[in-house]
C-alpha cells in the first residue's frame, strides 16, 4: 500500500496506519522519501520490521530538484539530493526504489524534449544507478502522463532511457494510471517490458478504490503472470491530502474502507489468473 493515501506529511504520526495496513492482509508499503535525513527513518525501519513489513522506498523530484535542468548546479544538486533518499532506503531496509525521478514533476518547456535532455538524464541517472548498486538497491523508473512530465511520457519512451542508460541496477516501475491515458493495451506493456519490470502499482483510472472504475485488472494480472513477475504489487490511491494529484472530490469514506475493499477485490480476482 503507497502511503501517498495519507498526504505528504511522512512521520511517526503514521505507525498506527501501519498497523492498519498489515491487519488488512497487507505485506509491504511504500514509502515515499521526502526528508532526505537518513537518522529520521531508523525509527520507521525498527516499527516496519516489527510487523514483519515489506518496504520499497519511493521519491519525487519538484522543480528545484530537476536531473534534466539547463542548469548545471540544479542537475549537480539534484543528483547529490536523490543519493541522499538512496541513503534513507538504505536505513529503511529497502532494496528498490522507485518513482519519476529521471525528472521534476509539473516542471514543462512546452517543446519537445531535446537532445541535450536526454544526455543529461542519462549521464545523471547512470551516476545514481552506480551508487544504488554499491548499496544492494535497484532503481524503478517510472514514466508519468503527459500532463505531468516530458521527459518520458509513455512505456516505449521509458524503455528507450532505461536501455541507453544501460545499467544493471536501473529497471522499471509500472503505474495502470498512467499507462491507462498513453498506453494502447496495458497487457502487452507488461509483456513488452518482460525482465526490466521490478515493480507495479496497481491504481485506478479515478485514483480511488481498485475495482470500482474501469481498468482491466484480471487482464493485468494475466499479464504479470505471464512474464513470470515474481515482484510486490503495490495499490496506490489518493485523495485530497495529497495537492500534487488535484484530487477535489470526495471518492471514498474512509482510507482504511478503500485499504481493506482494495485488497479484497485483488484477492477476488487473483486465482483468476
Same mark, same amino acid.
Given at each position: 500500500?503507497?502511503?501517498?493515501?495519507?498526504?505528504?506529511?511522512?512521520?511517526?504520526?503514521?505507525?498506527?496506519?501501519?498497523?492498519?495496513?498489515?491487519?488488512?492482509?497487507?505485506?509491504?508499503?511504500?514509502?515515499?522519501?521526502?526528508?532526505?535525513?537518513?537518522?529520521?527513518?531508523?525509527?520507521?525501519?525498527?516499527?516496519?520490521?516489527?510487523? @514483519?513489513?515489506?518496504?520499497?522506498?519511493?521519491?519525487?523530484?519538484?522543480?528545484?530538484?530537476?536531473?534534466? &535542468? &539547463?542548469?548545471?548546479?540544479?542537475?549537480?544538486?539534484?543528483?547529490?539530493?536523490?543519493?541522499?533518499?538512496?541513503?534513507?532506503?538504505?536505513?529503511? @531496509?529497502?532494496?528498490?526504489?522507485?518513482?519519476?525521478?529521471? &525528472?521534476?514533476?509539473?516542471?514543462?518547456?512546452?517543446?519537445?524534449?531535446?537532445?541535450?535532455?536526454?544526455?543529461?538524464?542519462?549521464?545523471?541517472?547512470?551516476?545514481?544507478?552506480?551508487?544504488?548498486?554499491?548499496?544492494?538497491?535497484t532503481l524503478g523508473l517510472e514514466y508519468l502522463n503527459r500532463f505531468e512530465s516530458y521527459l518520458v511520457s509513455c512505456l516505449d519512451?521509458?524503455?528507450?532511457?532505461?536501455?541507453?542508460?544501460?545499467?544493471?541496477?536501473?529497471?522499471?516501475?509500472?503505474?495502470?494510471?498512467?499507462?491507462?491515458?498513453?498506453?494502447?493495451?496495458?497487457?502487452?506493456?507488461?509483456?513488452?517490458?518482460?525482465?526490466?519490470?521490478?515493480?507495479?502499482?496497481?491504481?485506478?483510472?479515478?485514483?480511488?478504490?481498485?475495482?470500482?472504475?474501469?481498468?482491466?485488472?484480471?487482464?493485468?494480472?494475466?499479464?504479470?503472470?505471464?512474464i513470470n513477475y515474481t515482484g510486490m504489487v503495490s495499490v496506490e490511491a489518493f485523495s485530497s491530502k495529497l495537492s500534487a494529484a488535484?484530487?477535489?472530490?470526495?471518492?471514498?469514506?474512509?482510507?482504511?474502507?478503500?485499504?481493506?475493499?482494495?485488497?479484497?477485490?485483488?484477492?477476488?480476482?487473483?486465482?483468476?489468473n
Open positions: 500500500m503507497n502511503l501517498l493515501l495519507w498526504g505528504t506529511e511522512i512521520d511517526e504520526s503514521l505507525f498506527s496506519v501501519l498497523e492498519d495496513i498489515k491487519s488488512a492482509g497487507y505485506d509491504g508499503v511504500e514509502i515515499p522519501i521526502f526528508n532526505t535525513n537518513p537518522d529520521s527513518w531508523k525509527s520507521w525501519r525498527i516499527k516496519l520490521d516489527e510487523l @514483519g513489513l515489506e518496504r520499497i522506498a519511493v521519491t519525487i523530484n519538484g522543480p528545484e530538484h530537476n536531473q534534466i &535542468s &539547463s542548469d548545471p548546479l540544479i542537475r549537480k544538486s539534484t543528483l547529490e539530493r536523490n543519493k541522499k533518499a538512496l541513503d534513507c532506503a538504505k536505513v529503511l @531496509g529497502a532494496t528498490l526504489m522507485t518513482g519519476p525521478f529521471h &525528472s521534476a514533476l509539473g516542471s514543462f518547456t512546452r517543446t519537445q524534449v531535446t537532445t541535450e535532455e536526454k544526455k543529461w538524464a542519462v549521464e545523471n541517472l547512470r551516476e545514481l544507478a552506480e551508487y544504488a548498486q554499491t548499496l544492494d538497491i519512451e521509458l524503455i528507450d532511457l532505461v536501455n541507453e542508460i544501460n545499467h544493471p541496477a536501473c529497471k522499471i516501475m509500472f503505474d495502470t494510471f498512467h499507462a491507462n491515458i498513453e498506453e494502447k493495451s496495458l497487457p502487452k506493456a507488461i509483456e513488452k517490458l518482460g525482465d526490466k519490470l521490478v515493480h507495479i502499482q496497481l491504481s485506478e483510472n479515478d485514483r480511488a478504490t481498485l475495482g470500482q472504475g474501469h481498468i482491466d485488472f484480471p487482464s493485468i494480472l494475466k499479464a504479470l503472470h505471464n488535484n484530487i477535489w472530490r470526495k471518492m471514498f469514506d474512509s482510507e482504511l474502507q478503500l485499504v481493506q475493499d482494495s485488497i479484497n477485490y485483488l484477492k477476488s480476482i487473483q486465482h483468476e
